[in-house]
Nanobody, 122 residues
Framework: QVQLVESGGGLVQPEGSLRLSCAAS????????IRWYRQAPGKERELFAV????????NYADSVKGRFTISRDNAKNTVYLQMNSLKPEDTAVYYC???????????????WGQGTQVTVSS
């Protein structure tokens, strides 16, 4: 049974930092790209960070570029999301998603975590 578990969310002041983790089990982790999504109340789910299965390629939405960094440790079956200079508009539930990739093409079943809440407020 595949499981993705996000952790590290919480309440942080503007300009603060958080590090989220996405721990995977039940799959060959190194074969899967990991994508981070977030969903704010009343808004659509937004894809904002990707790391490929090989770990060499990352991509970010403009909304987080320069502030967020995605990385992975395949030995620990974990992807990390370092979030710096947080803004109130970063407030959302953050989800990780695992799916196989070949370059920029994704295929097969996608797996989701349950989400972790990030709230940026003074």
């Amino acid at each position: 049974q595949v499981q993705l578990v996000e952790s590290g969310g919480g309440l942080v002041q503007p300009e603060g930092s958080l590090r989220l983790s996405c721990a995977a089990s039940g799959l060959t982790f190194s074969n899967y790209a990991i994508r981070w999504y977030r969903q704010a109340p009343g808004k659509e789910r937004e894809l904002f960070a990707v790391i490929t299965s090989a770990g060499g390629d990352t991509n970010y939405a403009d909304s987080v570029k320069g502030r967020f960094t995605i990385s992975r440790d395949n030995a620990k079956n974990t992807v990390y999301l370092q979030m710096n200079s947080l803004k109130p508009e970063d407030t959302a539930v953050y989800y990780c998603n695992a799916r196989r990739n070949l370059g920029s093409e994704y295929y097969g079943r996608a797996y989701w975590g349950q989400g972790t809440q990030v709230t940026v407020s003074s």
